[in-house]
Nanobody, 112 residues
């Protein structure tokens, strides 16, 4: 079974930046689409960004121009660079590897 571990969350002021990392075990990492999702208190989990094996990226409209998803296949790692953070970005951020494997999440809190 693939193990997925996120890191990099924390507390940041509005306008600040954070970089999330996701490490996924297994030899199939480079062949899988990878994605970031988030869930705010009282809300459903939502898709944030996805990166394909060929490095095609897509973003939900609310983060376009602020967030950048990337991957390093040699390190089995995916990243989410988050700039100009807003209070509404506050959520638990989850990494999804392939179609079915999720991490435990990392908390991002944007507050003054």
């Amino acid at each position: 079974q693939v193990q997925v571990v996120e890191s990099g969350g924390g507390l940041v002021q509005p306008g600040g930046s954070l970089r999330l990392s996701c490490v996924a075990s297994g030899s199939s990492f480079r062949f899988n689409a990878m994605g970031w999702y988030r869930q705010a208190p009282g809300k459903q989990r939502e898709w944030v960004a996805v990166i394909s094996p060929s490095l095609t990226t897509t973003y939900t409209d609310t983060v376009k121009g602020r967030f950048t998803i990337s991957r390093d296949n040699a390190k089995n790692t995916m990243y989410l660079q988050m700039n100009n953070l807003r209070p509404e970005d506050t959520a638990v951020y989850y990494c999804k590897a392939g179609k079915t494997d999720w991490g435990q999440g990392t908390q991002v809190t944007v507050s003054a």
